[in-house]
Structure formats: C-alpha cells, structure tokens
C-alpha cells in the first residue's frame, strides 16, 4: 500500500501542478493575447485583399489605408500612450479591446453590404454613395488599427511586467513566448482566412472574420478580468499626477511656508466672484492644446530616456525591404520564384524566428541583457552581408545605368496610376507571401510565371543567396527586438510606460512608412539592389545606435567575457534607472 501510495500522491501533485499552469495568469494571458493576436493578423491581411477586389484589383485604396494607418499611428501614438498612463489598467485593456473588435465587426457587415450591393451602389448618387463606403471602412479600419495599438501596449509592455512581478528572468521567457506566439499566427491565421476566401468568397471572408472577433472579444474580455483578479498588483498604478504631488509636499515640507499659503487663499476668495469665467475660457484652451502638448511632452520623455539609442536602434530596423512583405515577395515573383516555393521560404523564417526568440532567453542567462542585444545585432548584420553580396553576383537584375525614377516618371507623364503597396504592420515584417499583388511593377500578377516565360532561365544564385540571408538574419533580428523591448519595460518608469512605448510605435512606423516611400519612388527591380544596399546600411546604423547604448551602460566592462554569473543579468538596470519591475 505504501509503494502503491507514493505514484499516487506524485500523479496528484503533477496534475495539480499542471492544472495550476492552465489556470494561472500568465497562461491567461498567453492564451488572451493569442486569441487577439490570431484575429488582427486575419484582418490585416484580409482588409488589404477586400480593398483591393472592391477596387477593380487596383493597389489604390490599399495604398490609402496603409497611409492613413501609418500617419495615424505617428501623430497619435504619444496620446494613446499618454490616456494609457492616465487611466487604470482594467479600463483601458477592455475598452481598448471592445473597440478593436467592435470596428472590426462593424466594418466586416459594411464590407459584406458593399460586396452584395456593389453593382446598385455603383449608380446611386453617380456613385458617391459607394465612395462614402470605401471612406466610412478605411476611417473605421484605422480606429480598430488604433485600439489594436493600445492594445499592444497596455499588455504587452505594462501588464506583462506586472504578472512577472520583480524576476527578470520569468520576464524574459514571458516575452519570448509572447513573441513566439505572433510568429506562429503571422503565418497560420492569413493562411486560415485565405483558404476560407478562396474556397467561398470575400463576403464570407468578411462574415467569417466578423463572426470570429465577436466571440473572441467575449473570450478575451473574460481572460482579462480573470488575469486582473489572479494578479491583484494590476490594480495598484502610479501616475503622473500622483509623483508630482508627491514632490510638491516634500517641497512643501522643505519651505514650510504658511502665511504666504493663508494670503494666497484671501485673494482667490477676493477673485471668487469673476474667477469660473476665467477658468472657463483657460480650460477650453488648455484642452484644445493639450493633445498638441502631450504629443510634444511624450517625445521629449522619449528623447531624455536612458533607453533612447536602443529604441532608436530597434526603429531603424523597420527600414528595410528585406522582410518577408508584398515587396519581397513582388520582387521574387520578378525572379522567377512559384508561390508554393515563398510559401516554404516564408515557414522557414518563422523556424529561423522562434529560434531567434529560444537564443534570446539563452544568451540573456549566459551574457545578461545588453550583451543580448549586442550578439544579436552582430548575428543579424553579418546574415545580411550575404544579402548585399547578392546583389552583385549572377541573375541580380540590379542595373545603375536605369534610373530608378525612370518608371514613376514615366507614368506620371502618361496620368498612369503609380503602384502602391500594403499597409505596414505594427512589428517587423511579416505578411503571406501566396496570393499578394506585385508592387514592383504595379499589377497584380507576377512579371512573369517563370522561367519558361523567358528565353533564358534566370540565374537563380542572387536570389537564393538574398533569401538565405533573409532568413538567418531573423535570429538576430527577433533576438534583438527581444532585447529592446525587455529594456524598455525595465528601464522606463512606470507612470510613462504607455507614453513612451507609444512613440516608439510611433517611431516605428515612420521608419516603415519612409522605406514604402522609397519603394514607391523606385519601384522598377533593377533598383531593387539599390534598396537592399540602403536598407543594410540602415540596419547597420541602427546596431551602431545600440552599440552607443551599450557603450555608456556598461562602459569598460563592454568587452568582458560572458560569465553564467548570475550577477551579470542585472546589467540591464542602467544608471538612473528608477522602474520596479
């Protein structure tokens, strides 16, 4: 009985230990955040190829929305990081949520309208009231972009410092897991929606992806309140206001200056009678300047962080056409390469990318934070060698005689329409390769479909030794966005959490939206090599940015040999630094 007992009592304890996991917060979370994160990759890549069909396959209202998405989220990002701050934890993580998914869904039923009735709109009111359409789903789709960012930055940079509480380490296998996580649904959920577009139709599309965002939204609030109750820590957030009254009581403490506070209260009771008016008219100035405001402080918060150079450095990657989006995979079309051979390249980066995030977790053990990222920086330009090598050797279409402006010239001389691209995401590059237009010559089909279009097979050397580099340069490349991100939840106060990771978003995007910018001013593909040489001298930049950083946190110690010491992860708390984590 005594033999038979022990197995026993271990069975118990393994299924209580494993039930515990399931119900703990942070599976909560994790299991949140994938239901969310598996909705807005459906609808990233599903709005793009709605505008599209309405549009007779023209790339122009997607071209709108990315712009309009990308400005959005440059001129806003520091004010929806400012009201995350300002706000408690619960409040904005579920009206963030309702938001995202209720625009989704309202915008999916006003698709399936337009889809229905397209031919009727088209003669009613000489087709304004369809314009009104493609206006009223671009503005509702930017505002569900919008939430999706508050989204992102109240549990991905906030709520998962507080469910690791003070240990570092549990923080960082939380963001590996968490990245993980959006590798995984970068790849399978386009996939999923994709497949139910092309065996049914758009409208289905649109009625599947509304379906799917009500009953997440339900499932996610419930996870929500569930992570809130199980993490009571959640409910305690410092602000602003509450650290600036703090210094004014010490100040007061200080100076202790009573009369003068007693002739102070005389006069505003002697003002009383002509003060509200007053007050009135300086409110409503002060709230109309305010965004104006908040947008000019959460920069300067940005500039003055000890973390500026790393953020900047991470921002510098998004300038870049070497990533698996519509311009590469327009580019390969151009080469010669059949979607199903994009399809597999694309899986082995999201191989290449979860190893990125299993060499974070161990080389922050081996080296600490820091050092993490500067390996990483290394690892990841030193792939992208191979990618600027390829655009030398044989097949690269790369020709400095052509120039790069010549075929934009000559459609804006011939009132052609200019070829566009998709909108950019909120993280590095990721979007399906299989089905998307080709921006490189502005159609929707690929140059050619082939090597049997052409009388000479083109040489295949450039563009294997391109996607080569592509794909090993993406373990640096998640092991280094790991790394910053880490910084930035342990370095950055808590009451500035949400404005400051609002203009890094912000930042973000701006480098993104400028590299469209350069594809579309020299979008013929013998530039192509010219923008890979542009994009690794900016990755190059942006690691020379975060060696700086590590230069003036570590100091003579930059060049210490790696130690499993444990001491050496606690280098990431940089002088200054006044976060709890």
Known sequence: MARGAEPAGERRRRCGSVLGYFTSAKFLLYLGHALSTWGDRMWHFAVSV???????????????????????????????????????????????????????????????????????????????????????????????????TATAITIQRDWIVVVAGEDRSKLADMNATIRRIDQLTNILAPMAVGQIMTFGSPMIGCGFISGWNLMSMCVEYLLLWKVYQKTPTLALKCSKVEESELKQLNAKKDNDMKPAEGVQLIVEKDVSGFEPQQEKEVGCAARVAEPFITFRDGWVAYYNQPVFLAGMGLAFLYMTVLGFDCITTGYAYTQGLSGSVLSLLMGASAVTGIMGTVAFTWLRRKCGLIRTGLISGVAQFACLILCAISVFMPGSPMDLTVSPFADI????????????????????EMALATGMPNVLNGSTTPAHSGP??????????????????????????????????????????????????????SMNYLLDLLHFIMVILAPNPEAFGLLVLISVSFVAMGHIMYFR?????????????????????SDSSLPGNTSTV
């Not at 592509?470 to 939840?489: E, H, K, N, Y």
Request: net charge neutral; with cysteine.
């Open 50 to 148: 709605f505008l599209v069909e309405l549009y007779g396959n023209s790339l122009l209202l997607t071209a709108v929305y990315g712009l309009v998405v990308a400005g959005s989220v440059l001129l806003l990002g520091a004010i929806i990081g400012d009201w995350v701050d300002k706000n408690s934890r619960l409040k904005v993580a579920q009206t963030s949520l309702v938001v995202q998914n209720a625009s989704v869904i309202l915008c999916g039923i006003i698709l399936m309208i337009v889809f229905w009735f397209k031919t009727q709109l088209l003669t009613l009111y000489h087709g304004w009231l369809l314009t009104m359409c493609y206006i009223l789903v671009i503005t509702i789709a930017n505002i569900a972009n919008l939430a999706s």
């Open 409 to 428: 010239s000559a459609r804006l001389f011939k009132s052609e329409p200019l070829p566009t691209i998709a909108s950019p995401g909120g993280e590095p």
């Open 452 to 505: 049997e279009m052409s009388p000479e097979p083109v040489p295949l050397i450039s563009v294997s030794l391109l996607f080569a580099g592509v794909i090993a340069a993406r373990v640096g490349l998640w092991s280094f966005d790991l790394t910053v991100t880490q910084l930035l939840q342990e370095n950055v106060v808590e009451s500035e959490r949400g404005i400051i990771n609002g203009v890094q978003n």
């Open 549 to 569: 950083f590590a230069q003036k946190s570590l100091g003579k110690q930059l060049f210490a040999c790696c130690t499993p010491d444990p001491k050496a992860v």
